[in-house]
Structures are given as structure tokens and as C-alpha cells.
């Protein structure tokens, strides 16, 4: 056998190995890796955040919800809401704190009154979704009230909930308008 050909089938051997496991370090450890680091944050922000919340208003009881929302906002995942001006929610707070059943209201100009909403885990997860068809005229910003039901996996979850509407031409999401919050049980 030639000396060139086996030298390429080692060179060859070598990049297939060296790709390997270029690819499971990128791939699979440092996912994990973000992911155990990512969780052990999640815990410490929680936790000390629980018992400052409880030692404070034990010995300040006139600590404000602006205060309370400011270190929800530090840790949620949506830092930067999309507003949207079409559709409208307008009774919930961005990085309040809500419980089942969730009720929000507010004002719509979409096509036929009929747009979505959908309440997301900030892990991925989309725990309720549907339509909402608001009340009144066409293209005069009818009011709209929804109240849906989650169940939790876990508590507090930070979740989005969104509405938006789709586009008639190619189904895309229009109008979007976010609002982060924490969940509780």
C-alpha cells in the first residue's frame, strides 16, 4: 500500500475523532453545563429573594408592589416586552403576580375582532392558548375580556403571556404585545 494513502486514511481517522468530540463538548456537555448553572441561579435569585420579601414586609409593611416587581424583573427572561399598539392588554402589570384563574382585559383593532393569546413558561412550555373575539364595532378598538385557567409545574413560574394576531396573507404573527409575569400557586 501506498505511504501517502495511509497517512490520508490517518489524517482522516484523526479529523473524525477530533470532530467527534469537538461536537459532544458544544453539543451535549456544555448544554448541560449552561443548563446545571442556569438552574443553581434560578434557586439562589428564588430563594433569597423569598426570604427577603418575607423578613421585609414582616418589618416594613409598607413595601410597595413596584419594589416586589423590580426583583421579578431582574430574573425573568423577557427583559424587553414587545407593545404592540393593535391589540392591548391593560389590566395586568409587566412582572406582576398572578394565580389561576388569570383574568386580563383590554382593547383590540384586528381583522374580524379575532386575534390570539397564549400564556408561556419562559422555559418553552405553553401552558394555555386559544382565540379571543372582542366585543363591538370593527376597527373602533373593541374592549375584550379573557380568563383562562393554568395548572402549574412548578411555583413561582415565570411565564409571557401574549397577544397577537395572524396575518391573513401568510400566517404570521402580527400585533404582538407581551407581558412578563410570575406565576403562583
Keep these: 500500500m501506498n505511504k501517502a ?32 448553572s442556569a438552574t443553581s441561579q434560578e434557586t439562589s435569585t428564588t430563594s433569597p429573594d423569598t426570604t427577603s420579601t418575607s423578613s421585609t414586609a414582616t418589618s416594613d409593611s409598607t413595601k410597595t408592589t413596584s419594589e416586589s416587581a423590580k426583583t421579578v424583573k431582574d430574573v425573568h427572561c423577557l427583559q424587553k416586552p ?21 383574568s386580563f382585559t383590554g382593547y383590540a383593532n384586528a381583522f374580524e375582532n379575532t386575534f390570539q393569546y397564549r400564556l408561556k413558561d419562559c422555559r418553552g412550555p405553553i401552558l394555555d392558548s386559544g382565540t379571543i373575539t372582542a366585543s363591538g364595532e370593527v376597527g373602533l378598538n373593541p374592549a375584550y375580556s379573557k380568563t383562562i385557567t393554568f395548572t402549574l409545574l412548578r411555583s413561582p413560574m415565570d411565564a409571557t403571556l401574549e397577544v397577537y394576531e395572524l396575518s391573513m396573507a401568510d400566517g404570521s404573527e402580527t400585533s404582538l404585545y407581551q407581558v412578563p409575569l410570575r406565576l403562583t400557586k
Design 5 to 36: 494513502l495511509i497517512w490520508i486514511i490517518i489524517a482522516v481517522g484523526i479529523i473524525l475523532i477530533v470532530g467527534n468530540g469537538l461536537c459532544w463538548y458544544f453539543l451535549v456537555y456544555k448544554h448541560q453545563k449552561s443548563e446545571s
Design 82 to 102: 414587545t407593545k404592540g399598539t393593535n391589540i392591548v392588554i391593560q389590566n395586568l402589570t409587566e412582572y406582576s403576580t398572578v394565580k389561576s384563574p388569570l
